[in-house]
């Protein structure tokens, strides 16, 4: 990470943050002020443990310095607005002891100084604050009068994100910091060399996306979303010709894009995204890349429209079931099973070829080109196990065609050069399927599609998720069936080949001439197979896996 940065991270203090003049300005289209009272009181909560345990982790802060002494917040607002309104909180109280003349003059001297180290100078014919941090354009006003006049606007019009602000300032202020100014001023003292950030400084954009995406990768959750708005805002913004009007419903339009998608789907959906329209990129390339989409206002205007249209289709794509469909035409229902399947798999790379598709293929072949990446996904990814990396490149060829109308059909696809050499031929698929195992005590969800699938494809139209996964030789056997099967007992639990499905699971521990009575009765049609043996031993399995495997081929076949 340090080659992309300009300094190492350094863990400093609130007070060590704000010394020498540094001023912090949150970009103009970073994200609004958000906290709730759960965070006030979670950080209250903690910061009344600093009289026992000296110091309280507040994480990351990622800043970007644009002069000596200035640097724009990337990541960390939240926690540096609320840190400072608690302070401005303090100071509240002690000019309301100045108010009151009690120790007035010390008083007045405790609050100059306050003022001068967190909050800054003010001017000395307005009395308006020339703050140390600046917010961005949907709170920076109402921030700024707190600032000057130590009092939160309770006036009629307020934004939701400055009734936050407001609500914090009131939260805060009720709280106890000490009944005297030399007592609130000690508590200050306190709070500011107790809390401590990890301050990480990059040079530009770029690197803050790298740093972003690294964190991310190590657990530590910066909001990618706010970055690459500040961004792409910036960029229409350059000419300063966009009115205020027109800006708002960019930022709804974003706000719309990441409520939709929520914070933990947006970077695949970004990346997905870019997928269609440019070469495929690494992770670290990937912003890179995103900047050279959106390099002039036009540009990025175009996509920003991209993202407004496809967030919706890509959230779709995770939820299958979603109220959006109801809004579709009804021809693409059947495509919600496959896209079911691939959502329980947790394979997302089709995504970037149906999102292309979805404005450019009719219903009817929209559904099928989901059925032939789904039918792909089970041979490829599920039971063949291959690694994703090709796929992932050629997937993104196959996107860029389809955006481009180069493929304009399912069957261009499917017929293309790039599915092909990614199918796994039957013979393949085949002898995988004949002894493949999943663990049927993390997985039952998984297996029961996939057996419901085959029923399907033997004409039993089975709801996999009404259905119950029977293990034909107990998954924990007992010595009867220890007897009766024999040799191989011990490595065939979670061979698919002792799985069937029914639809209530009564059977337990019985013994193979009981389930088979059962079995018969069922119309599972794996179930009625399965009770044409005589016996349940290794040999046995092994054959109806291997009947079983064809029946696989069949079922996830395109031709």
Same mark, same amino acid.
């Given at each position: 990470m340090n080659n992309f940065m300009s300094m190492e991270p350094t863990n400093q203090t609130f007070q060590e943050l704000f010394s020498n003049g540094v001023k912090y300005i949150v970009p103009r289209f970073q994200r609004?002020?958000?906290? +709730?009272q759960e965070q006030w009181e979670d950080l209250w909560a903690d910061i009344e443990t600093l009289n026992e345990e000296h110091y309280h982790y507040?994480?990351?802060?990622?800043?970007?310095?644009? %002069?000596?002494?200035?640097? %724009?917040?990337?990541?960390? $607002? $939240?926690?540096?607005?609320?840190?400072?309104?608690?302070?401005? +909180? #303090?100071?509240?109280?002690?000019?309301?002891?100045?108010?009151?003349? !009690?120790?007035?003059?010390?008083?007045?001297?405790?609050? !100059? =100084?306050?003022?001068?180290? &967190?909050?800054? #100078?003010?001017d000395i014919v307005s009395l308006k604050v020339s703050s140390k941090l600046s917010l961005n354009r949907n709170n920076n006003h109402f921030y700024k009068n707190i600032c000057s006049k130590l009092v939160a606007p309770n006036s009629r019009g307020l934004t939701a994100t400055n009734k936050l602000l407001r609500k914090c300032f009131d939260f805060f202020n009720k709280k106890k910091m000490g009944a005297?100014?030399? =007592?609130?001023? #000690?508590?200050? %003292?306190?709070?500011?060399?107790?809390?401590?950030f990890t301050k990480i400084v990059v040079q530009d954009d770029l690197n803050a996306y790298k740093v972003f995406e690294t964190l991310n990768a190590r657990g530590v959750q910066l909001s990618t979303p706010d970055l690459l708005k500040n961004y792409i805002f910036s960029v229409i913004t350059s000419k300063d010709d966009v009115p205020d009007e027109e800006l708002n419903d960019l930022d709804e339009d974003w706000s #719309?894009?990441?409520?939709?998608?929520? =914070?933990?789907? &947006?970077?695949?959906?970004?990346?997905?995204?870019?997928?269609?329209? !440019?070469?495929?990129?690494? !992770?670290? %390339?990937? &912003?890179k890349s995103i900047r050279q989409l959106a390099d002039t206002p036009e540009s990025s205007y175009n996509y920003l429209n991209s993202l407004t249209e496809c967030a919706p289709v890509y959230a779709s794509l995770l939820s299958p079931f979603d109220d959006w469909w109801a809004s579709q035409n009804e021809d693409y229902r059947p495509a919600r099973h496959d896209l079911e399947g691939l959502n329980l798999f947790n394979i997302k790379q089709p995504f970037t070829i149906l999102m292309a598709a979805f404005s450019r293929f009719s219903s009817d072949e929209f559904i099928k080109l989901t059925r032939y990446l789904f039918a792909l996904s089970i041979r490829y990814n599920v039971i063949c196990r291959y690694s994703p990396n090709d796929q992932e490149r050629l997937y993104n060829q196959i996107a860029i065609k389809v955006f481009k109308n180069e493929y304009k059909r399912a069957s261009h696809v499917k017929n293309g050069e790039e599915y092909q050499s990614l199918y796994p031929n039957d013979d393949t698929f085949k002898n995988s399927f004949e002894f493949h195992k999943m663990p049927s005590k993390q997985s039952s969800k998984k297996i029961r599609f996939l057996l419901s699938e085959i029923e399907h494809q033997l004409g039993n139209k089975s709801d996999f998720a009404k259905t119950t996964l029977e293990h034909i030789c107990p998954y924990n056997p007992e010595q009867n069936w220890r007897k009766d099967f024999g040799k191989g007992i011990n490595d065939i639990s979670d061979r698919l080949g002792n799985m069937i499905l029914l639809e209530k699971d009564e059977l337990k521990r019985a013994d193979f001439n009981t389930k088979k009575e059962t079995y018969l009765k069922t119309p599972f049609r794996l179930a009625k197979k399965v009770a044409e043996y005589d016996s349940w031993d290794l040999k046995s399995l092994n054959d109806y896996q291997e009947w079983l495997s064809k029946q696989a081929v069949k079922t996830w076949r395109v031709n």
């Open positions: 609004d002020y958000a906290w +709730t507040m994480g990351y802060i990622v800043l970007q310095r644009k %002069e000596q002494h200035s640097f %724009e917040v990337i990541d960390g $607002q $939240q926690r540096l607005v609320t840190s400072t309104l608690i302070i401005l +909180t #303090a100071m509240k109280k002690i000019q309301d002891l100045i108010d009151d003349d !009690k120790d007035a003059e010390n008083n007045k001297e405790r609050l !100059k =100084e306050l003022n001068s180290r &967190f909050i800054g #100078a003010k005297a100014g030399s =007592e609130i001023a #000690a508590f200050v %003292e306190q709070l500011t060399s107790g809390i401590i #719309a894009i990441v409520s939709q998608l929520g =914070e933990n789907n &947006f970077t695949d959906f970004i990346r997905y995204h870019h997928n269609f329209q !440019k070469k495929l990129v690494t !992770k670290k %390339e990937l &912003f």
